[in-house]
């Protein structure tokens, strides 16, 4: 298939298909036209079925703003728990992040993506012949729909998660530094110009 072939292949799923988010019908769709394309050109195909969770980068955005947003409203009035909150919401970010997205994964809807293997055999000329073989890899799924992760914000998404995380983080030395200077716990009601000290400007 020609570099023009094959964009006119990609813009015809486009146009026919439309958006395709992992765990779709239209997903499901594009697969299938997929796979019956390569048939036609000759390739040995198959669709392995494989559990996706589509809602994943979504779910971290709304377990991050949540965490923020509940650390925020209890540290005037309960500042041990802006730190237990925080420090739970950043410690599963990094394990969703570094070791497993698996961490999160148990209280997300799953889906069904597809996995389509199209094998081209080699024509062997000579007994011996060096045969090497060539991987194509690519996603037949729609990239994630949100502006925030298409041009020109895309490049700096990481940039803005790391500002955002270490802005969250920061609560943890001010919710204890309040904790140690003001209390763990300050009853209703009361008089805040009383308690603002210096740590609340690191809040």
Same mark, same amino acid.
């Given at each position: ?19 395709? @988010?992992? #765990? ?47 650390? /925020? ?17 950043? @410690? ?18 799953? #889906? ?15 007994? #011996?012949?060096? /045969? ?5 890899? #690519? ?25 955002? /995380? ?12 309040? @904790?140690?200077? /003001? ?21």
């Amino acid at each position: 298939m020609s570099k023009q072939s094959l964009k006119a292949f990609i813009e015809r799923i486009i146009s026919d298909v439309g958006p395709r @988010t992992a #765990g779709s019908d239209e997903e499901s769709k594009a697969a299938e036209i997929i796979a019956s394309e390569l048939k036609t050109r000759g390739a040995d195909t198959s669709i392995q079925l494989l559990p996706t969770y589509p809602e994943h980068i979504r779910a971290l955005i709304r377990i991050m703003t949540g965490a923020y947003f509940a650390a /925020v409203v209890v540290y005037p009035v309960f500042p041990a728990a802006t730190v237990a909150i925080t420090l739970s919401a950043v @410690t599963l970010l990094l394990l969703a992040r570094k070791v497993s997205a698996k961490f999160i994964d148990w209280f997300l809807k799953e #889906g069904e993506t597809q996995n389509i293997i199209g094998i081209y055999k080699p024509n062997i000329k000579s007994e #011996g012949e060096t /045969v090497r073989r060539l991987i194509f890899s #690519g996603h037949h799924d729609s990239p994630y729909m949100m502006p925030l992760l298409s041009m020109p914000y895309k490049p700096h998404v990481h940039k803005i998660e790391n500002l955002v /995380v270490f802005g969250l983080a920061l609560t943890i030395p001010a919710g204890i530094l309040r @904790t140690i200077f /003001v209390g763990p716990f300050i009853d209703f009601p009361f008089d805040y110009s009383f308690f603002v000290g210096w740590w609340d400007f690191l809040f």
